[in-house]
């Protein structure tokens, strides 16, 4: 069964260092989403992506946040510059033209020191 | 926030007994959805239930949405061991973005 995929798994990084965080999504799936989950906290929406711009972004996702589909296949969340608060799970989800259901990936839990 | 609080905020039951979990929200919504998440891993879709549904079973899960309540519950029956995780509903104003609730943590004893 296709599935979404997310490298690496676990990012270390000091703060104020550029991270990119990717993903694959399924490979007939039009719409992408990177959501993430500090830890013991909620999963919180922050953009949406469709036909090669942003849809939707929260109040979370600002200038340091930014979003590309270089390729055909992957889906990059790039933080320009981390903060300690930027700790948490980033979730990559993807879903089909026509379809509410999410697939959600591993996720990768980003720590930034 | 469009999202309101999930109750219990955990749960502990014994195998083979029922589970229900509840979630509340603020907003209109198009549909809502339940997830699952095990510890540490990403969350897999459950079910769906669109604005204009009350009530909709898949397997041995049952969801009712009471849009005047701004509510949904989550029932699990004859549960298993396996569905230990935690429990997530998620909703979907018309936008596809989904708004996530603070989740139950579901621990069922074998």
């Known amino acids: 069964e296709p599935e979404v995929t997310q490298t690496p798994s676990h990012q270390v990084t000091q703060m104020g260092q550029e991270v990119i965080l990717r993903c694959v999504p399924i490979s007939n799936h039009l719409y992408f989403y990177w959501y993430r989950q500090i830890l013991g906290q909620k999963v919180e929406f922050l953009v949406s992506f469709y036909n090669n711009e942003i849809s939707e972004k929260s109040e979370i996702f600002d200038d340091q946040f930014s979003v590309e589909r270089p390729d055909g296949s992957n889906f990059t969340l790039k933080i320009r510059s981390t903060k300690l608060e930027d700790s948490a799970m980033y979730f990559c989800a993807s879903r089909r033209q026509g379809v509410h259901e999410q697939y959600f990936g591993p996720g990768t839990r980003l720590t930034v020191t | 926030s469009q999202q309101g609080e999930e109750d219990p905020q955990a749960l502990s039951i014994q195998e083979g007994e029922n589970a229900t979990m509840n979630c509340s929200y603020k907003?209109?919504?198009?549909?809502l959805q339940w997830y699952r998440q095990n510890s540490g891993r990403g969350l897999v879709h459950l079910i769906l239930i669109r604005s204009n549904e009350r009530e909709k079973h898949s397997g041995r899960l049952r969801v009712t949405l009471d849009t005047s309540k701004k509510s949904s519950s989550l029932l699990i029956t004859a549960s298993r061991a396996a569905d230990t995780a935690s429990y997530f509903c998620?909703?979907?104003?018309?936008?596809?973005?989904?708004?996530f609730g603070t989740g139950t943590r579901l621990t069922v004893i074998p």
């Open positions: 998620a909703t979907d104003a018309g936008a596809n973005n989904l708004f």
């Open positions: 907003t209109s919504i198009n549909n």
